[in-house]
């Protein structure tokens, strides 16, 4: 695609995302600013949160679909509205690394969480299609698993405390094999 094209399809996209933020909100009945940590992630890929009097939480899983020749990865983007943990099981010790932070921290989190919330609004993104279904899900809650268990949970995190606490990987200690 030309650079004019690509400046031109750009920009009608932004314009596009006002009118696609007030559809969803009608919708699904939720305010505005809840729908950003949705747009973001469709926009710049990974999870996003925003918190204020109310809170949304987004996370995205994918799955990639091969024939054994072409194949295309799926998005499915999770929007949380006021979510809260029902329950976690198992812990797992991992490096994640948050925009605010410099270097990767190790943190613990959750295997499996249970997550109910007002609403879960889903967005499937179609590679091949070009296309984005945006869909609300039946019932409030939801079972995730590894790896979303891990993104709401850093997501939560932000919610609840704003920063992502963990021990700095300065701290491990390095060992040479032979």
């Known amino acids: 695609m030309k650079e004019e094209n690509k400046i031109e399809t750009a920009l009608r996209f932004l314009f596009e995302e006002k009118k696609i933020i007030e559809k969803i909100k009608r919708r699904f009945k939720i305010r505005e600013e809840l729908i950003i940590p949705m747009l ?4 710049y890929g990974g999870s996003w949160s925003y918190v204020n009097e109310e809170c949304s939480i987004a996370v995205k899983d994918r799955t990639t679909i091969f024939d054994g020749n072409v194949g295309f990865t799926k998005e499915k983007i999770y929007l949380f509205i006021n979510p809260e943990v029902v329950e976690s099981r198992g812990i797992v010790y991992r490096l994640e690394k ?3 932070k410099k270097e990767r921290v190790l943190v ?8 109910k919330a007002d609403k879960i609004i889903v967005a ?18 939801i079972l995730l698993k590894p790896p979303l268990s891990y993104s709401f ?26």
């Open 40 to 43: 973001f992630s469709i926009k």
């Open 98 to 100: 948050c925009g605010s």
């Open 108 to 115: 613990k989190r959750a295997y499996e969480v249970h997550v």
């Open 124 to 141: 499937e993104i179609n590679p091949k299609t070009k296309t984005i279904l945006i869909r609300e899900e039946k019932l409030n809650n």
């Open 153 to 178: 949970m850093h997501e939560y995190e932000h919610v609840m405390k704003r920063e992502i606490e963990g021990e700095d990987i300065f701290g491990f200690s390095i060992i040479y094999g032979g």
